[in-house]
């Protein structure tokens, strides 16, 4: 294809900033760039006609970390970089409703609550002993304490199966969908330009500027961020950040719905929540880690059916015949270490990636901190 001179004029030329995806860290960037530098030309470039990552395909957990996972980090990592690492969420949660507002990401505080099956009867013990500890480390974050045991809410949300029930009343939900469209219309608003359909297969340095590689023809930007996360390495393929399936399904609108927040079970491995009277509920990336490895959006009967058959024994159990709506699957970025990898790559090429699955807690931050090179 033959890119037009107007085209080239008004389109392409004269990018100062080239960013590489439009999730909510490319997002978060470009709007950032454009308070620091209102006169640049910052140019979001997206291969989906849509942000088709994970950031329209999440659960809208406004999390920071259940008790196990905590102490399962706090036996792999010090102290101080645990305490960090919530702490960077925290605010990270502070960032995006900040920039935002509430009522833009429907954001709602609910709190959230992890469960404990009869097998898990030892993890809870465990996670028992150490709650108070767990609360007094948070407590400098929070200004309170962040768990309790409630175990009378087994009742009223209507669980089979579950033994106990962890609280923490700072956690809350957002609307995944309301949010990612809050976010284009703020950096649209700011004179980002957003560019759908343009897939990058490559960017090289050149000298004093990068040249970018789409299907057809190649363009050029004073500088480039690449923020498309599970699926950097297909342009920066010695990036340590692999991809990670996690499928999910919604219910239809459950009359009588008992159950209101975000959940966490089997130790995080599944996660579900109301959204108004309906359920979304994911995981079970652990029956098939290899299979899911991957940066494809197939969904495997596998996990399919473990979602089908916990839902109806665990999750609804008071509810016969609930139809499943809607089922999907979305990418993340992981790697050996739960560390986001931000920095510089060459001279005028920058990264933002691997952000697991806290990226609705930290995304906005990442993306600012990205900013902080320029
Ligand atoms: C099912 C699921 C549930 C999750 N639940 C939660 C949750 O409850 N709470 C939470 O905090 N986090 C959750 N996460 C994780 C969270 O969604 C991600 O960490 C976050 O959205 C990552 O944002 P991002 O901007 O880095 O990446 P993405 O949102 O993936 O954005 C990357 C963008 O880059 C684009 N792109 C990729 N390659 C190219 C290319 N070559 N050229 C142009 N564009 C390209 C993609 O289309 C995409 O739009 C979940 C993730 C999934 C998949």
């Not at 962040?146 to 669980?159: A, R, S, T």
């Not at 004179?191 to 090289?204: D, R």
């Not at 809607?326 to 510089?344: E, N, P, Y």
Request: proline share 2%; net charge negative; with cysteine.
């Amino acid at each position: 294809m033959h890119v037009s001179f107007w085209e080239q004029e008004s389109f392409y030329n004269d990018i100062d900033y080239a960013i590489i995806g439009s999730g909510i860290v490319g997002l978060s960037a470009a709007v950032e760039l454009k308070n620091k530098y209102p006169n640049a030309k910052v140019v979001v470039l997206e291969k989906g006609f849509l942000p088709s990552g994970a950031s329209t395909k999440n659960a809208g957990f406004a999390c920071f970390g259940s008790p196990t996972e905590i102490l399962d980090d706090l036996s792999s990592m010090s102290e101080a970089e645990v305490f960090a690492m919530v702490e960077k969420r925290w605010k990270g949660l502070l960032n995006l409703k900040a920039l935002l507002g509430e009522e833009n990401l429907g954001y709602e505080a609910l709190g959230s609550c992890e469960l404990f099956t009869k097998n898990d009867e030892q993890i809870y013990e465990e996670t028992i002993q150490q709650l108070d500890y767990l609360n007094q480390f948070l407590k400098p974050i929070f200004g309170a304490p962040v768990f309790e045991v409630k175990d009378e809410l087994i009742n009223e949300f209507g669980f089979d199966n579950i033994s106990h029930i962890i609280a923490n009343k700072f956690e809350g939900q957002i609307d995944t969908g309301k949010a990612l469209k809050s976010l284009l219309k703020l950096a649209k608003d700011k004179g980002v330009e957003v560019l759908n359909g343009v897939n990058v297969e490559a960017v090289n340095q050149k000298e004093n500027k990068v040249a970018i590689t789409l299907k057809e023809f190649e363009i050029e930007a004073a500088n480039v961020l690449v923020a498309t996360n599970g699926f950097a390495k297909q342009i920066l393929s010695d990036l340590n950040v692999e991809p990670a399936r996690a499928q999910v399904l919604i219910t239809e609108p459950i009359e009588g719905l008992k159950l209101k927040g975000t959940f966490h079970y089997e130790q995080g491995y599944y996660y579900f929540r109301n959204v108004g009277d309906r359920v979304l509920f994911g995981g079970g990336r652990n029956l098939a880690f290899k299979e899911e490895n991957t940066a494809e959006f197939g969904l495997t009967s596998t996990i399919q059916n473990k979602l089908d058959e916990l839902l109806k024994h665990v999750i609804l159990p008071y509810k016969k015949g609930v139809k499943v709506e809607l089922r999907w699957a979305g990418v993340m970025g992981v790697g050996d270490t739960k560390t986001t990898i931000v920095k510089q790559l060459d001279e005028n090429i920058y990264c933002a990636v691997r952000m697991g699955g806290m990226g609705v807690a930290i995304g906005s931050l990442i993306g600012k901190e990205a900013v902080e090179f320029f």
